[in-house]
């Protein structure tokens, strides 16, 4: 007899604890799905009018036939259809990253496959997946699991400055626009996009300023 398993760890306090038990992405065709709270593979199947096989293919997570990696709480696959999924929008917009989710993964799937990414982090920039529970990522979408890191413009600077540049340059006596753009291989014009504070013709560098090299 194929038995749930019910004994999933218990947080014994407010702080994170690792849980590798969070609930499996479902099948990118998944059109239903069910939510266990008790039983076994063959029951849940059976509940929903598909035999145990069907269950096994829809949720190819499960151990087959030992279907001993079922957890109550968790929502899985009891109907397929052809509708395409519907793939979650709202990450971090300054996201230069991305992990695709493959049926089955986990939050901790994602983390394991990412060097210097933390659970926090991946909910953080993925406000989408469902916190801490993790159990709505969705096979073949893409997940933020990166931000550059934002540098503070270092002071003095000018009002106009760029913010968030990767890399600023302090500007020295006899310093000009063309030279920068030409010592630090920069575009001129973007160079003064960033910089707006010096002015068309460059007069109003002021050595000793902060000013955005890179983007």
Request: with cysteine.
């Amino acid at each position: 007899m194929q038995l749930l398993l019910l004994a999933l760890p218990l947080l014994a306090s407010a702080s994170l604890i690792r849980r590798d038990w969070s609930c499996p992405a479902l099948i990118p065709t998944c059109s239903k799905s069910y939510l266990v709270t008790s039983g076994t593979c063959d029951t849940v199947a059976a509940a929903n009018g598909i035999t145990s096989d069907k269950f096994y293919e829809l949720n190819p997570s499960i151990n087959k036939p030992a279907c001993n990696n079922m957890y109550s709480g968790c929502a899985y696959c009891v109907q397929a259809g052809d509708t395409p999924p519907v793939c979650p929008t709202n990450y971090n917009p300054k996201c230069d990253a991305f992990y695709t989710v493959k049926s089955g993964d986990i939050c901790w799937a994602i983390i394991n496959q990412t060097p210097g990414l933390s659970l926090n982090q991946l909910f953080e920039w993925n406000p989408a997946i469902h916190n801490p529970a993790c159990d709505n990522l969705v096979p073949t979408c893409k997940y933020c699991t990166h931000v550059p890191t934002e540098v503070k413009i270092p002071d003095p600077h000018q009002p106009n400055t760029r913010a968030g540049c990767k890399e600023y340059y302090q500007a020295v006596p006899g310093d000009y626009c063309y030279k920068i753009s030409v010592d630090k291989g920069v575009n001129l014009n973007d160079f003064m996009s960033w910089n707006p504070d010096v002015g068309p013709t460059c007069l109003n560098m002021l050595a000793g300023y902060w000013y955005c090299l890179r983007i």
